[in-house]
């Protein structure tokens, strides 16, 4: 994490930067999902202003 933190320093919080190699680590199971699960997983999480299409 060290090595990809250095060049992105500026430009990424450390908890983004580690959910994004987590989902690059477990590419396996990240396969599974479909854009439209996560979408409506997180539109049943709480309301928002502007509905999802």
């Known amino acids: 994490m060290k090595l990809c933190k250095t060049r992105l320093r ?8 580690r959910n994004c190699l987590l989902i690059y680590i477990e590419k396996e199971i990240a396969m599974r999902f479909t854009t439209d699960e996560l979408i409506d997983d997180f539109d049943a999480i709480q309301t928002r202003r502007v509905a999802f299409q």
């Not at 500026?10 to 930067?17: H, I, V, W």
């Open 10 to 17: 500026s430009k990424m919080e450390d908890e983004f930067l």
